[in-house]
């Protein structure tokens, strides 16, 4: 349903860059707040990744950006800072990625903003929390999945490697979101804004322990950190005989299903395999079984049988593969946008929808300063070459 979102009303002055800032901004554009985008006078770095057909206009910028309106304003200058502060005036949440303590250098604090607007939420998204000793340091995706554990937790016993996408950036603006939204919620009952804290290495610290503290939630530790089925080595997608799926029994039933659909219906009585925590015990003989039956089918046969019995099991695609997968094509996920820079574009529209509130269907990513005119006519001051 389109329509204008349940943040409709609420205005976000969005001066982040490269891509865990503006993605948090994307996701509260996509609710239905009106996001204004600062960029300095050169614009967002993330412009000009693989910018080749589009100068200024690169494909992350263009997918993070959706919806915004951009006025390029330099914060050390007076004049741009008072033109800033008057945003600020009439905002609702301001977001920033500076390390923390730096951003009182631009006038981007809390204290300075609520000074201009008490109920001014200020959201800010930094590599390492404030009071800790890592708190000024600058970081970027690649740093935080080496030091909160994630990048050897995903080389395990292989080569060192990180994640392939910049999971720390966007699982760290998903957080922001939500935090925003629960300051929006208690400043209904306050009156009053309040600054929030969102740290990638606390953040990913604890998106990692959920499920791989193991034995060290117990203190002493009571056995190694880790999760047994996550961590097997045969945990990967499994090739069929003519292609690969994606496969993950978990309950008692789906399991008993595994084991007829593939011809072991014997095993469901071994009590290795009988329950959850035998399983767990001894998933990578299961795993290693499972994906040897599998290898001897076609995909279509298995995933068929699988399906058909409720196992939750799928076919792998390629990047390239989900333009055209069928299910996307269904639910329109995939829409077409006209950028009047870079031509027709297909995008991945906002993946929840409201039934009653609607979600709005954001426009192209803005040119650099392309909304500074009517941004400064709103305000009530003259553009830069009137000054």
Not at 48 to 72: C, F, M, Q, V, W
Not at 197 to 226: C, K, N, S
Not at 320 to 345: I, R, S
Request: aromatic share 6%; charged share 25%; hydrophobic share 35%.
């Amino acid at each position: 349903m389109s329509g204008p979102g349940p943040l409709a009303g609420v205005t976000v002055l969005d001066t982040t860059n490269m891509l865990m800032g503006p993605y948090a901004t994307l996701l509260l554009g996509e609710l239905g707040a009106r996001v204004i985008k600062v960029e300095p006078p050169e614009g967002d770095i993330s412009r000009a990744i693989d910018d080749r057909h589009s100068p200024g206009l690169g494909p992350i910028y263009l997918n993070t950006n959706r919806g915004k309106e951009s006025i390029a304003l330099n914060l050390r200058d007076p004049r741009d800072h008072e033109v800033f502060l008057r945003l600020v005036a009439a905002a609702d949440v301001v977001a920033h990625n500076r390390p923390a303590g730096s951003e009182q250098r631009l006038g981007l604090d809390y204290d300075s903003l609520a000074a201009v607007n008490p109920r001014i939420i200020v959201c800010g998204m930094n590599g390492f929390g404030a009071t800790g000793r890592y708190g000024p340091l600058p970081a970027y995706d690649d740093v935080i999945q080496g030091v909160s554990g994630v990048a050897a937790h995903q080389s395990g016993d292989g080569p060192d490697q990180y994640v392939r996408t910049p999971l720390t950036d966007k699982v760290t603006g998903v957080l922001a979101v939500g935090a925003v939204c629960a300051a929006l919620y208690e400043r209904e009952r306050s009156g009053v804004g309040q600054y929030i804290e969102v740290p990638m290495f606390e953040t990913m610290v604890q998106f990692l322990l959920v499920e791989q503290q193991g034995g060290h939630i117990y203190d002493p530790p009571r056995g190694a950190a880790g999760y047994a089925r996550t961590n097997s080595p045969h945990r990967r997608p499994m090739r069929t005989a003519d292609g690969l799926i994606s496969i993950l029994p978990s309950t008692d039933a789906h399991w008993r299903s595994v084991f007829r659909v593939l011809g072991g219906e014997d095993l469901g009585a071994d009590p290795r395999f009988a329950t959850i925590s035998a399983r767990t015990a001894n998933i990578d003989e299961l795993y290693r079984w499972m994906s040897e039956e599998i290898a001897r089918r076609p995909t279509d046969e298995l995933l068929g049988g699988l399906q058909g019995a409720g196992v939750p099991a799928m076919h792998v695609n390629t990047i390239e593969d989900l333009f055209e997968d069928p299910h996307l094509q269904e639910t329109g996920f995939l829409e077409e946008v006209a950028h009047p820079e870079a031509g027709k574009l297909r995008q991945a529209r906002a993946p929840f929808r409201f039934s009653r509130s609607g979600s709005p269907r954001l426009g192209p990513a803005p040119v650099l300063d392309g909304d500074s005119a009517r941004l400064r006519a709103e305000l009530g001051v003259p553009e830069e070459g009137e000054r």
